[in-house]
C-alpha cells in the first residue's frame, strides 16, 4: 500500500489529522492498536477551547457538537468552604469554552471518516514497526489476521499516545524525556444524574482535592483525590458519593444527585514532555509526544494544536512545496505545550493536597486562592490559560 501520510493511532490527534489532511487533499492511512468501540470506550476529559472548537469545524464535523455541548463562561473555585466564580468573557474579553466529551469527539471523526470512506486499520494489536524515517522512503508495517502489510509513505505521524510504538521507536541518544510523576490520583466517576451546578466547580478542601464536571445536563463527571495506592474495587459508588459531598460546600451537597456509576476508574497524574517532536520523516502529535495532569483539561486541546500545527506544515510542503512548517513544526508545537504544561501543573499543585505539604502547604494555598479571586490580575491569568493561549 502506497499513502501520502501513514498515521499510527485513531484517538483524537490522528482522527483529527487524517480529517484536516483529506479535506486538503492529502491521502492517508490511520493503523490503530484497538477496535474502535476500544478507543470510544475510554473516558477522558471533556472542555475545549476556542481552538479545539474551530478545528472540529475545519474538519467538518462541529454539527452535533454545537448542537449538544454546553458553552461555558465559568468556573467556580471552591476553596475554605466557599465558591468564588471565575467569569472567562468578562476577564478574555468574550471568550468561552465548549463542554463536549472526547468520547463524542472521538465519535464525530471516526463517524465522519467511516462516510468518506477513507482507510483506517482497526486492531492489529502491538504489530507496528516503523522504518526509515531517518532518509527519504519511510515504511510502517503492520500485521492483521497473520498476514504483513507494509504501508510505503512520505510521511509518518505517530499519534499513538503515551504508550505507543512511535516515541520508542526513536533512538534514545536523539530525544530527551522530561517527568514529574505526582503521589496521588483522579477518582473518577460517571452517572446519569443532574450535574450539582451548571458550570465546573474546582475544589480545594483539608481532605484532598475535588472536581464537579459533566457531559450534559443530565450526565455528570466527578472526581476526588486518592491516594496512589487506592483500589477502585475499594471503592463502592456511595463511598465515593460521600466523599465527594464532604468536599464540597454545603448548597453543593445538598443539590448532589446520586445515581449507579456507568464507569468509575484511578487515574494517576503526571507531566510529560517528549523533545523534540519530529525524527526526519517522523512526527509526534498529542499525547505520544506529552503529558499534563487533568487540573485544566489541557490534554484533548493540545492535541489539537499539534495537529492544527502539523496539518499545516503538510499542506504547505504539498501545496506550497516549502518546508518552512515542517521544520518548524516541533518548536512552533513545544512552545504551546510547555505553556499548558506551565499551567497544568500549577493548578495542580494549587488544588491538591501533597502528602508532605502539611498544615502550611494548606495555608499557603488557601492564600494564594485568596489573592487568585481578588486581584484581577491573578483572575485573567488563570482564566486566560484556561480558555486556550493563542496558536
Ligand atoms: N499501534 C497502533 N496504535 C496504537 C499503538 C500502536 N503500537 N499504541 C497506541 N495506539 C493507539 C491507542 O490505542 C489509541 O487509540 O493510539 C491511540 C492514541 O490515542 P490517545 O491516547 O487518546 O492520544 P491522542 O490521540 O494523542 O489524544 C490525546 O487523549 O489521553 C487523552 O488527555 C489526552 O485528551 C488527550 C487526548
Ligand atoms: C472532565 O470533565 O472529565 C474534566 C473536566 C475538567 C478537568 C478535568 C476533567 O479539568
Given at each position: 500500500?502506497r499513502t501520502q501520510v501513514a498515521i499510527i493511532?485513531?484517538?483524537?490527534?490522528?482522527?483529527?489529522?487524517?480529517?484536516?489532511?483529506?479535506?486538503?487533499?492529502?491521502?492517508?492511512?490511520?493503523?490503530?492498536?484497538?477496535?474502535?468501540?476500544?478507543?470510544?470506550?475510554?473516558?477522558?476529559?471533556?472542555?475545549?477551547?476556542?481552538?479545539?472548537?474551530?478545528?472540529?469545524?475545519?474538519?467538518?464535523?462541529?454539527?452535533?457538537?454545537?448542537?449538544?455541548?454546553?458553552?461555558?463562561?465559568?468556573?467556580?473555585?471552591?476553596?475554605?468552604?466557599?465558591?468564588?466564580?471565575?467569569?472567562?468573557?468578562?476577564?478574555?474579553?468574550?471568550?468561552?469554552?465548549?463542554?463536549?466529551?472526547?468520547?463524542?469527539?472521538?465519535?464525530?471523526?471516526?463517524?465522519?471518516?467511516?462516510?468518506?470512506?477513507?482507510?483506517?486499520?482497526?486492531?492489529?494489536?502491538?504489530t507496528v514497526t516503523l522504518h526509515g524515517f531517518?532518509?527519504?522512503?519511510?515504511?510502517?508495517?503492520?500485521?492483521?489476521?497473520?498476514?504483513?502489510?507494509?504501508?510505503?509513505?512520505?510521511?509518518?505521524?505517530?499519534?499513538?499516545?503515551?504508550?505507543?510504538?512511535?516515541?520508542?521507536?526513536?533512538?534514545?541518544?536523539?530525544?530527551?524525556?522530561?517527568?514529574?510523576?505526582?503521589?496521588?490520583?483522579?477518582?473518577?466517576?460517571?452517572?446519569?444524574?443532574?450535574?450539582?451546578?451548571?458550570?465546573?466547580?474546582?475544589?480545594?478542601?483539608?481532605?484532598?482535592?475535588?472536581?464537579?464536571?459533566?457531559?450534559?445536563?443530565?450526565?455528570?463527571?466527578?472526581?476526588?483525590?486518592?491516594?496512589?495506592?487506592?483500589?477502585?474495587?475499594?471503592?463502592?459508588?456511595?463511598?465515593?458519593?460521600?466523599?465527594?459531598?464532604?468536599?464540597?460546600?454545603?448548597?453543593?451537597?445538598?443539590?448532589?444527585?446520586?445515581?449507579?456509576?456507568?464507569?468509575?476508574?484511578?487515574?494517576?497524574?503526571?507531566?510529560?514532555?517528549?523533545?523534540?517532536?519530529?525524527?526526519?520523516?517522523?512526527?509526534?502529535?498529542?499525547?505520544?509526544?506529552?503529558?499534563?495532569?487533568?487540573?485544566?483539561?489541557?490534554?484533548?486541546?493540545?492535541?489539537?494544536?499539534?495537529?492544527?500545527?502539523?496539518?499545516?506544515?503538510?499542506?504547505?510542503?504539498?501545496?506550497?512545496?516549502?518546508?518552512?512548517?515542517?521544520?518548524?513544526?516541533?518548536?512552533?508545537?513545544?512552545?504551546?505545550?510547555?505553556?499548558?504544561?506551565?499551567?497544568?501543573?500549577?493548578?495542580?499543585?494549587?488544588?491538591?493536597?501533597?502528602?508532605d505539604s502539611g498544615e502550611i502547604g494548606q495555608?499557603?494555598?488557601?492564600?494564594?486562592?485568596?489573592?487568585?479571586?481578588?486581584?484581577?490580575?491573578?483572575?485573567?491569568?488563570?482564566?486566560?490559560?484556561?480558555?486556550?493561549?493563542?496558536?
Amino acid at each position: 500500500m502506497r499513502t501520502q501520510v501513514a498515521i499510527i493511532g485513531a484517538g483524537p490527534s490522528g482522527l483529527l489529522l487524517g480529517q484536516l489532511l483529506h479535506k486538503a487533499g492529502i491521502a492517508n492511512v490511520i493503523v490503530e492498536r484497538q477496535s474502535p468501540d476500544y478507543v470510544l470506550g475510554r473516558i477522558r476529559a471533556g472542555v475545549l477551547e476556542q481552538i479545539a472548537v474551530d478545528l472540529m469545524d475545519e474538519c467538518g464535523v462541529g454539527a452535533r457538537m454545537h448542537r449538544e455541548g454546553l458553552v461555558h463562561e465559568g468556573i467556580e473555585l471552591l476553596f475554605k468552604g466557599k465558591r468564588h466564580r471565575i467569569d472567562f468573557p468578562g476577564l478574555t474579553g468574550g471568550k468561552t469554552v465548549m463542554v463536549y466529551g472526547q468520547t463524542e469527539v472521538t465519535h464525530d471523526l471516526m463517524d465522519a471518516r467511516k462516510a468518506e470512506g477513507l482507510p483506517t486499520v482497526y486492531e492489529v494489536g502491538d504489530t507496528v514497526t516503523l522504518h526509515g524515517f531517518d532518509g527519504t522512503s519511510p515504511k510502517v508495517r503492520y500485521r492483521k489476521d497473520g498476514v504483513e502489510h507494509e504501508i510505503e509513505c512520505d510521511f509518518i505521524a505517530g499519534c499513538d499516545g503515551y504508550h505507543g510504538v512511535s516515541r520508542a521507536s526513536v533512538p534514545k541518544g536523539a530525544i530527551t524525556e522530561y517527568e514529574k510523576v505526582y503521589p496521588f490520583g483522579w477518582l473518577g466517576l460517571l452517572a446519569d444524574v443532574p450535574p450539582v451546578f451548571h458550570e465546573l466547580i474546582y475544589a480545594n478542601t483539608e481532605r484532598g482535592f475535588a472536581l464537579c464536571s459533566m457531559r450534559s445536563k443530565t450526565r455528570s463527571r466527578y472526581y476526588v483525590q486518592v491516594p496512589l495506592t487506592d483500589k477502585v474495587e475499594d471503592w463502592s459508588d456511595d463511598a465515593f458519593y460521600d466523599e465527594l459531598g464532604r468536599r464540597l460546600d454545603p448548597e453543593a451537597r445538598e443539590r448532589l444527585v446520586r445515581g449507579p456509576s456507568l464507569e468509575k476508574s484511578i487515574a494517576p497524574l503526571r507531566s510529560f514532555v517528549a523533545e523534540p517532536m519530529r525524527f526526519g520523516r517522523l512526527f509526534l502529535a498529542g499525547d505520544a509526544a506529552h503529558i499534563v495532569p487533568p487540573t485544566g483539561a489541557k490534554g484533548l486541546n493540545l492535541a489539537a494544536s499539534d495537529v492544527k500545527y502539523l496539518s499545516s506544515a503538510f499542506v504547505e510542503h504539498y501545496k506550497e512545496k516549502s518546508n518552512a512548517g515542517i521544520d518548524h513544526y516541533s518548536a512552533r508545537a513545544l512552545a504551546r505545550v510547555w505553556k499548558a504544561e506551565r499551567f497544568s501543573w500549577w493548578f495542580t499543585q494549587l488544588m491538591h493536597r501533597f502528602p508532605d505539604s502539611g498544615e502550611i502547604g494548606q495555608k499557603l494555598q488557601e492564600a494564594e486562592l485568596d489573592y487568585l479571586v481578588q486581584s484581577k490580575a491573578a483572575s485573567t491569568a488563570l482564566a486566560e490559560n484556561y480558555v486556550g493561549l493563542p496558536l
